[in-house]
């Protein structure tokens, strides 16, 4: 059995899980959020995998730009976010305090502690001196994903709102996060990745009873597949989530919303360019139900030649390999006729 722990790197209480990273995983990837999102250039490349070097000072800045979740800081989860906000009034959040910077949340993350809690405020005052903030790339992705998350929450016709502050707050203690960085149990906790989307997915559930429809944001990658596919299923194979799927019979090929990452891999691997990812409405249930839907149907028949099943598209059974073969090769074909 596979020893996962022999895959992460650690520096200190933040962690990267190699085998759940897309750019050490898939060579049709070419992901570089966490070294976008790095002002220490913590991320580096041996032998052509992604690594973590001994530099990375743990401000969990990138975290919140990963699409598969493998970066995580020891001691910090949105459920004790969640747990705040819920439990105090006129929440701010801040990077002082218990809480890493707060790059580290991703917009669907964002969204989730609105869906679950209540209205809430952050301050972004930090930013200005932050040595972690190189060229404002940090501060103006939070802002980006706060605005998108409000905009969500306000799509689903609800009235939680995340606002940010121009006032510092009050200072906390950074004692308590400070504490867990250098507990012993850091050397010894296994980490590994929990499913992209999970938090929001959850709340949606326990938020909205009823179909809605939303469209154009950034964590939904509704996909459409053309005539041209042939049913090679590359896609299928290689899509890290398994959002691209069969049904019994591999006629249909089947996409949950809910699963993809818009990682682009099943784009970059189809040799057709028949997968696409579209503008569409979504639909929230499906979405956090993870509900599939059929993308194309394939008619299935026998090629009369190499007798394997092949996606049949009108005119002679035979598919297009033996096609492209007794095309290629149709003067040896006449050259042994003759030959009778």
């Known amino acids: 059995m596979l020893d996962r722990t022999l895959y992460i790197d650690r520096t200190?209480?933040?962690?990267?899980?190699?085998?759940?990273?897309?750019?050490?995983?898939y060579a049709k990837n070419e992901c570089e959020e966490c070294l976008t999102h790095c002002s220490e250039n913590a991320f580096v490349f041996e032998q052509g995998k992604l690594r973590l070097s001994a530099v990375c000072t743990q401000c969990g800045a990138c975290m919140g730009a990963c699409p598969t979740k493998a970066l995580s800081l020891y001691g910090f989860s949105i459920e004790k976010v969640f747990e705040s906000i819920v439990k105090e009034g006129n929440v701010t959040l801040s990077c002082q305090g218990e809480m890493p910077c707060l790059g580290a949340l991703s917009v669907d993350e964002w969204c989730a502690l609105l869906?679950?809690?209540?209205?809430?405020?952050?301050?972004?005052?930090?930013?200005?001196?932050?040595?972690?903030?190189?060229?404002?790339?940090?501060?103006?992705?939070?802002?980006?994903?706060?605005?998108?998350?409000?905009?969500?929450?306000?799509?689903?016709?609800?009235?939680?709102?995340?606002?940010?502050?121009?006032?510092?707050?009050?200072?906390?203690?950074?004692?308590?996060?400070?504490?867990?960085?250098?507990?012993?149990?850091?050397?010894?906790?296994?980490?590994?990745?929990e499913?992209?989307?999970?938090?929001?997915?959850?709340?949606?559930?326990?938020?909205?009873?009823?179909?809605?429809?939303?469209?154009?944001?950034?964590?939904?990658?509704?996909?459409?597949?053309?005539?041209?596919?042939?049913?090679?299923?590359?896609?299928?194979?290689?899509?890290?989530?398994?959002?691209?799927?069969?049904?019994?019979?591999?006629?249909?090929?089947?996409?949950?919303?809910?699963?993809?990452?818009?990682?682009?891999i099943c784009e970059s691997i189809c040799h057709k360019e028949a997968i696409q990812t579209i503008e569409k409405e979504v639909d929230v249930i499906d979405f956090a139900y993870d509900r599939a839907q059929v993308l194309l149907s394939h008619d299935l028949q026998v090629c009369h030649t190499c007798k394997c099943a092949f996606s049949y598209k009108g005119g002679e059974k035979i598919c297009e390999r033996c096609a492209c073969f007794e095309k290629e090769h149709s003067e040896m074909f006449l050259l042994a006729s003759q030959s009778h």
Not at 13 to 21: G, H, N, T, V
Not at 144 to 158: D, G, M, P, Q, S
Not at 200 to 228: G, W
Not at 243 to 249: E, G, K, P
Request: glycine share 4%.
């Open 115 to 193: 869906l679950e809690g209540k209205s809430f405020s952050c301050t972004l005052l930090e930013c200005a001196s932050c040595q972690h903030n190189h060229a404002g790339v940090v501060e103006q992705s939070i802002r980006k994903r706060i605005e998108e998350a409000n905009a969500f929450v306000a799509a689903l016709h609800k009235n939680e709102r995340i606002t940010i502050v121009t006032h510092k707050p009050q200072e906390p203690s950074r004692r308590a996060f400070f504490k867990r960085l250098v507990t012993p149990a850091i050397t010894t906790t296994s980490h590994f990745s």
């Open 195 to 264: 499913a992209p989307l999970t938090h929001l997915k959850r709340a949606l559930k326990k938020t909205v009873s009823q179909s809605v429809t939303v469209e154009n944001f950034s964590f939904l990658y509704p996909k459409a597949i053309l005539q041209s596919c042939d049913n090679c299923k590359e896609c299928v194979q290689f899509c890290p989530t398994h959002a691209l799927s069969y049904n019994t019979q591999q006629s249909d090929i089947l996409f949950q919303v809910g699963k993809c990452i818009g990682c682009g």
């Open 12 to 25: 200190g209480a933040f962690a990267l899980d190699r085998l759940s990273c897309l750019r050490n995983e």
